[in-house]
């Protein structure tokens, strides 16, 4: 980054520069009172960017008391164009106007004293196109300073948005794979560790069951490993599971119902309406809704409970409904998991609620429901 000089230093400089330009070689000052007076006019110049309108009201003292004292015109009076040009450039279009008007009111007064008596309003003519001209140029800049400063701003302001946005979206994904995981690794560790269960109980009574049992463990557990890699993103396309287990949907739920019936759970499924309209998104939420509130029933129901899984599917939603008739409802103790929150989440994703609770004669219910033009825009 470059070095900038401060303000105050470079209007020292300039006001240096323009004493030695006033007084140096070449000027014969008839008096002492001459320097005072040119010291007068240009000293001010140091703090023109701190107070500009007190400068100029300072400078424009001293020009009146140069013009009282009838001293002829000085290369200082040069001051009073550059303290005006920083009038213009740095205080509001006001002050501009109130210095330019008490400069002018010198250049008359001025003209009066010193002009040629038969064109007076040559000189008047003159300096005030300088005048004008000097508070144009500054008021040009200081718009266009103000331009260059809104630009950097916006720039700014677009490049902490971006930021966020970023944030926002590694946020969102983080929030993304955390419900995968949850969901994935919930269900199928629950229904291998019922599996394996099963397996222990029938390995002596029933070899045949307890080899079944095994194997739907290893399948259970392939599964799980290639929806992880898939949630991940580290899935490729030509391995060969990702052909084995497409990414679950609707079609998928009677496989998710057989599954849990194997780990224990009865369960019956109501599927209405047509699959084909639905988006891909869609219904891998509703799989996950399904799986989630399934699992739940698996881990925190009785033995001998029951589950019912109704989808119907409409032109404009998708209503779920999975109820049981545990005794033992899920809430019976403190909610210390995210299961539920996380369906909420998926749900409200797609513009749709979710609610679930103890149904009145024991038992549990989840109901929710996915709008599909909204699972629509997403898809796109």
Known sequence: MRAQIPPVA???????????????????????????????????????????????????????????????????DVTLLVA???????????????????????????????????????????????????????TNLKIRLAYLTSVEDRAVRLERERDQQAQLAVAEERARIAREMHDIVTHNLSVMVALADA???????????????????????????TDMRRSLGVLRADEP???????????QLQSLVDQMRAAGLPTSLSLEGDLAPVPTTAQLTVYRLVQEALTNTLKHAPPGTRADVRVRITPKAVVIEITDDGRTTQAAGPATGHGIAGMRERAAAYGGTLQAGPLPDGGWRVSADITLADAEDDAS
């Not at 000293?43 to 013009?67: E, K």
């Not at 005048?131 to 140029?137: E, H, M, Q, Y």
């Not at 029938?202 to 070899?207: D, E, I, L, N, V």
């Open 199 to 225: 397996a222990v109980f029938a390995q002596f009574r029933s070899p045949g069951k307890a080899t079944g049992a095994m194997q739907q463990i290893s399948d259970t557990g392939r599964q799980a490993l």
């Open 10 to 76: 470079f209007d020292a400089l300039l006001t240096a520069a323009l004493f030695v330009v006033s007084v140096g070689p070449g000027q014969h000052l008839k008096a002492p009172g001459l320097l005072i007076l040119q010291v007068a006019l240009l000293l001010p110049l140091v703090w023109r960017h701190r107070a500009p309108l007190v400068v100029f009201g300072v400078v424009a003292s001293a020009a009146f008391v140069q013009w009282v004292v009838g001293v002829e015109p000085l290369p200082a």
């Open 241 to 251: 599971d990702a052909q084995r287990h497409p990414l679950p949907g609707l079609a």
């Open 84 to 138: 005006l040009y920083t009038v213009a450039k740095c205080s509001p279009w006001l002050h501009t106007l109130l210095a330019g008007a008490v400069l002018e009111g010198g250049i008359l007064l001025a003209s009066i004293r010193w002009g040629p008596e038969d064109r007076f309003l040559v000189p008047v003519l003159f300096l005030t196109a300088l005048a004008t001209t000097v508070a144009v140029t500054g």
